[in-house]
């Protein structure tokens, strides 16, 4: 092995993801799982094909169902990890998505939208998608010699708030607010090995998003026109475009580097429509 692949590789590190079995996180956990690392998916949705996928691909993979808003769940999870493989090297918290129900439209204006759908996409965003996980598992990595790497998932939507999904960007806008508070917190009062970082992917097409996106006859909406007029790559992100990040926020390369909040766009961030 090179020291470039020796400072790079995740060969037997532990990584546990929430939102298991969605598009990002599945994809990257797959493509991890193969260079080597132990995959732990958790979700409320079923696992099972996953768990077939990856094993059928020599990928050492565990699964579990599990709500990221219940903590003794969560606790009891993490624990189970901990006693099969002895550590978590990583978390990422990839729960979250938007509902139709808390996002305008021309039927429904912001006034109108229910308080209890809102609600909901900011408590699966928030506490399902960053802070209760991180409560869990942050405490077990500053036990851990070795430390550990927390990677939330943000959202362009933080960094500008984007029309029509109103709770998802309040949500998302506060992970990110979250991943510094975390990153300041565990480095000061318990070790600077526990790092605390979070993605905010440009547009992916996924199952949250995909009518926002598209038509039923598989042609862009405006919005998904738009998004593309103001994407200087021109295309919407793959999961694999999130890889190269993720083996860095993972490696010791990134050593000195918590609480960023680091963009997957495309460009979409930097480009002012001019």
């Known amino acids: 092995m090179s020291v470039l692949e020796e400072l790079f590789s995740v060969r037997d590190k532990v990584?546990?993801?929430t939102g298991g079995a969605g598009v990002l996180a599945s994809s990257l956990a797959f493509e991890l799982g193969k260079m080597g690392a132990v995959i732990v998916l958790s979700d409320i949705a079923p696992l099972e094909e996953l768990d077939s996928a990856f094993q059928k691909e020599g990928i050492r993979?565990?699964?579990?169902?599990?709500d990221a808003l219940n903590k003794e769940e969560v606790t009891e999870v993490a624990h189970s990890v901990v006693r099969e493989f002895g550590k978590v090297d990583a978390l990422f918290n990839a729960a979250g998505g938007n509902m139709k129900e808390a996002t305008t439209s021309q039927e429904t204006s912001f006034f109108d939208?229910?308080?209890?759908?809102?609600?909901?996409?900011?408590?699966?965003n928030l506490f399902g998608g960053a802070i209760i996980p991180s409560q869990v598992f942050a405490r077990l990595m500053v036990e851990n010699p070795e430390g550990g790497s927390i990677i939330n998932f943000s959202s362009m939507t933080a960094l500008r708030?984007?029309?029509?999904?109103?709770g998802y960007s309040a949500a998302k806008a506060a992970v990110s607010n979250f991943t510094q508070w975390l990153a300041v917190y565990l480095a000061r009062e318990y070790t600077p090995k526990v790092r605390v970082n979070a993605l905010a992917p440009g547009f992916f097409v996924t199952k949250q998003n995909y009518y926002l996106l598209y038509n039923e006859d598989g042609s862009l909406t405006p919005r998904g026109?738009?998004?593309?007029?103001?994407?200087?790559c021109g295309r919407f992100g793959e999961p694999r475009d999130l890889l190269s990040t993720v083996l860095w926020l993972l490696s010791p390369a990134s050593s000195f580097i918590t609480g960023v909040v680091i963009p997957v766009d495309g460009g979409f961030?930097?480009?002012?429509?001019v």
Do not use: D
């Open 15 to 17: 990584l546990f993801f």
């Open 61 to 66: 993979v565990r699964t579990y169902h599990m």
């Open 113 to 124: 939208l229910p308080i209890e759908a809102l609600q909901k996409v900011v408590n699966l």
């Open 161 to 166: 708030p984007l029309t029509r999904v109103v």
């Open 225 to 232: 026109q738009a998004i593309l007029a103001h994407t200087p």
């Open 269 to 273: 961030s930097a480009f002012s429509g």
